[in-house]
């Protein structure tokens, strides 16, 4: 069974897992949602579900501007611990610089890889 982009994204917004980790659970499961979801179960990864539904009151806001051209990101974070630490701040820097290089949505972007990395933002950020 194929499956669509739409597919992924309504596995990632049920289980709260990536989304090269979403399409690898269709991939396996040929596009069966529910056994897709199993399989991320199995694998640990909706874990992160229970997470997104804290608050994340703090954070920093990245702005990256080439000629005409700038963006703004805003990523949140649990605690200005977290906000603070220099490796947060370089995760929205690199951030801010792949919404920048990419046209498009919050998918196209949320689906690049991350400036400096091998990761897309998407799972840069539910990894971090």
Do not use: H, P, W
Not at 37 to 48: E, I, Q, W, Y
Not at 83 to 109: H, M, P
Not at 112 to 127: P, R, W
């Amino acid at each position: 069974m194929a499956y669509t982009a739409t597919d992924v994204k309504n596995l990632r917004e049920r289980t709260g897992a990536g989304m090269m980790d979403c399409k690898k659970a269709l991939d396996e499961t040929g596009g069966d949602m529910e056994a897709a979801v199993d399989l991320l179960r199995a694998k640990g990864l909706a874990a992160v579900a229970k997470k997104s539904s804290r608050t994340a009151a703090e954070g920093l806001v990245g702005v990256a501007v080439s000629g005409t051209k700038g963006v703004a990101v805003e990523v949140n974070s649990e605690t200005d611990f977290v906000a603070k630490n220099e490796q947060f701040q370089d995760l929205v820097r690199r951030a801010a610089a792949t919404a920048l290089d990419t046209d498009g949505s919050v998918e196209a972007i949320a689906a690049a890889t991350i400036s400096g990395g091998d990761k897309s933002v998407a799972d840069t950020l539910t990894d971090a």
